[in-house]
């Protein structure tokens, strides 16, 4: 056996950055990668797909797409060839609570991400139906493309592709896409992207792939947790739905074993999988940190984009908070006016004592905006208070200054 002081189960985005940063802080680290490091963000997931909204055409797309996740790639093997860490490109397997392969160590991290949850109904093994690593890697433009599931990866790629000018028809069985935004911001995009030329067919049940009538047909129907029955040789209590269970430190059910990312379902973004390695390692070294997990933004990146943080205005409703709603819109701003991105609404939401509970908006570079409330919400930031804080003219930043007037 060889010892560490730490070993992680996959190199993603959790787990490449606990090895980083715990290898920063002193410790020896092991990390296991069955396939290329960066995990499915590098590799199949947020960077390829951006690579996709920033391009012009699908053969500029295709050929961007391998430059840049290459390039980034080579950026995490380099984090990785610190001293103080061991790559093992094997997949890495418990044989006991401490043990995994041929190596042990008194800390261990799972970080084994997701993968796509494919609905079981009629004809999912057509030909034509791909998730979406699948639709990445498509050779030829589809004439007509169907996406099942109007959640995060299915709005994406339909705004990708209706630009790329492909017939784009997404099936929904919920009444509104993008369950966790704000109904109404969500109800805006949406058809925002009916005008664009995107056919939706809301609260409808695909019963059998056979009756779709498209070349391709993307399943956007979510993520599972990517769990591995060797977990009970070291006693962890996992499910196949919601994945490896955790306490308030990302702590399992055996001491010293850890599941971080997509794995534990908690939420199923990239910054949230490396804020939660950077809290697991400050706990096994006993150092104490402020890091918000209930501050956790997050973005599409349709055209345009959206954004969110903190609830939205049902839940806000349904829980009986009390608070008022400022709104701003993309078309009364003088940058968005002049950069032709007049398409945009942002809710704000603050106590009726005025500190900030959160933003949902729509409308171009929505992920910045909500970025800063953000942090006004970690400071507890007022109405009042963001209201004196001057920001750059001109701005898209004014529109959420814009909305305390
Ligand atoms: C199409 C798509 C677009 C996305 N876009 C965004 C976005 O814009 N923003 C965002 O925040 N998130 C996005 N996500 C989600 C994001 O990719 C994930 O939240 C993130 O990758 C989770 O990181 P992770 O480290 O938990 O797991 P992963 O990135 O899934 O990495 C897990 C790694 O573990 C390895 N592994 C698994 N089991 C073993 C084993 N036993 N031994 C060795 N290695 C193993 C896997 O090979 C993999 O490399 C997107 C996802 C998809 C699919």
Same mark, same amino acid.
């Given at each position: 056996m060889n010892n560490a002081d730490l070993i992680i189960i996959g190199a993603g985005p959790g787990g490449y950055r606990a090895a980083e940063y715990a290898a920063k802080q002193g410790l020896k680290v092991t990390i296991f990668e069955?396939?290329? %490091?960066?995990g499915t963000c590098l590799n199949v997931g947020c960077i390829p797909t951006k690579t996709y909204v920033h391009s012009a055409s699908f053969a500029e797309a295709r050929e961007r797409m391998s430059q840049v996740v290459t390039q980034l790639r080579q950026g995490v093997e380099g984090i990785l060839s610190h001293p103080n860490i061991t790559l093992v490109h094997e997949k890495g397997v418990f044989v006991d609570a401490h043990s995994i392969n041929d190596y042990t160590a008194p800390n261990i991290i799972i970080a084994t991400g997701s993968e796509t949850k494919w609905l079981p109904i009629k004809g999912v093994d057509d030909p034509r139906v791909v998730d979406s690593t699948g639709l990445l890697n498509l050779e030829a433009l589809p004439k007509r493309l169907a996406i099942i599931g109007a959640g995060v990866i299915g709005m994406e790629f339909a705004s990708v592709f209706n630009r790329f000018g492909v017939e784009v028809t997404v099936i929904e069985y919920l009444k509104e896409c993008l369950p966790a935004l704000d109904s109404d911001i969500a109800k805006r995009l949406r058809k925002y992207l009916e005008k664009k030329g995107i056919t939706f067919h809301m609260k409808t049940a695909v019963e059998n792939v056979a009756d779709i009538d498209a070349d391709v047909i993307l399943m956007a129907t979510g993520r599972k947790p990517r769990v591995q029955a060797d977990f009970a040789n070291a006693g962890i209590e996992y499910d196949e739905r919601q994945g490896v269970k955790v306490n308030e430190h990302f702590e399992?059910? %055996?001491?010293?074993i850890y599941a971080i990312g997509d794995c534990n379902t908690r939420q199923m973004l990239a910054h949230a999988a490396e804020m939660q390695a950077v809290h697991v390692v400050n706990h096994i070294l006993g150092k104490h940190d402020n890091i918000r997990f209930d501050i956790m933004p997050a973005a599409i990146f349709t055209h345009p984009e959206a954004a969110c943080v903190g609830p939205t205005e049902d839940q806000l409703k349904e829980s009986q908070t009390p608070y008022v709603c400022k709104k701003s819109f993309w078309r009364a701003n003088g940058k968005a006016l002049a950069m032709g991105e007049t398409e945009g609404m942002l809710k704000l939401f603050a106590s009726p004592e005025g500190e900030i509970l959160g933003a949902h908006t729509y409308g171009a570079h929505s992920a910045d905006i909500v970025q800063e409330v953000s942090v006004l919400m970690c400071k507890h930031t007022t109405l009042e208070e963001l209201a004196d804080m001057i920001h750059i003219h001109p701005t898209l930043s004014e529109i959420l200054k814009s909305a305390t007037e």
């Open positions: 069955a396939d290329n %490091v960066g399992t059910n %055996v001491k010293g």
